[in-house]
């Protein structure tokens, strides 16, 4: 199974962060979906997760903010993340749960900045 | 949240050692516990899952244990292709945590 992170790598403060994950080599309606990000003065930060049956679980820091979605004839989920601030710069991955994360995307830097 | 305390955050270290990572969880987490190795560069891989199962692939010098809340990665011969940073990982509730990594060294 291969994940690919796609989306603009670089956000204006107060926009929203889009980002979508395309799976390649299985059905996506087979597992849980997760975001994962990471930066420098956070380490990784779980950011949700998603099952094509539409359940979703997100962060409780960053609910507020967090939209997540499948479209499951294009074998993609996506990411929203609004108001951003440069706490929100990081590299973000795409991450398939199946007994833990064994399937990570290769990860996209998300610059937040005007 | 539960909060995943790695030690020690560098270890020095050198090819052929045994190195032991630990990793102490805020609250009883059974055994939902993963061991992650990540390369400058690139997203980190699963090494180990439910505290002491190998994913397939990985290496027989790598090893899990523990439960509840105190656990263990351990090297039993560190290989060149081993330095790296390694995190654990609770997933038993809600936000799923990392600890802060451990960076092996030189």
């Known amino acids: 199974v291969q994940l690919q992170e796609s989306g603009p790598g670089l956000v204006k403060p107060s926009e929203t962060l889009s980002l979508t994950c395309t799976v390649s080599g299985d059905s996506i309606t087979s597992y849980y979906w997760n975001w994962i990000r990471q930066s420098a003065g956070k380490g990784l930060e779980w950011i949700g997760r998603i099952h094509p049956t539409g359940n979703v679980n997100y962060n409780p820091s960053l609910k507020s903010r967090v939209t997540m979605s499948v479209d499951t004839s294009k074998n993609q989920f996506s990411l929203e993340l609004t108001s951003v601030t440069a706490a929100d710069t990081a590299v973000y991955y795409c991450?398939?749960?199946?007994?833990?994360?064994?399937?990570w995307g290769r990860g996209t830097l998300v610059t937040v900045s005007s | 949240d539960i909060q995943m305390t790695q030690s020690p955050s560098t270890l020095s270290v050198s090819i052929g050692d045994r190195v032991t990572i630990t990793c102490r969880a805020s609250q009883n987490i059974i055994n939902w516990l993963a061991w992650y190795q990540q390369k400058p560069g690139e997203a980190p891989k699963l090494l180990i899952y439910?505290?002491?199962t190998l994913e397939s692939g990985v290496p027989s010098r790598f090893s899990g244990s523990g439960s509840g809340t105190d656990f263990a990665l351990t090297i039993s011969s560190l290989q060149p292709d081993d330095f790296a940073t390694y995190y654990c990982?609770?997933?038993?509730?809600?936000?799923?945590?990392f600890g802060q990594g451990t960076k092996l060294e030189i």
């Open positions: 990982q609770q997933y038993q509730s809600f936000p799923y945590t």
């Open positions: 991450v398939r749960e199946d007994a833990a994360l064994p399937g």
């Open positions: 439910r505290a002491s």
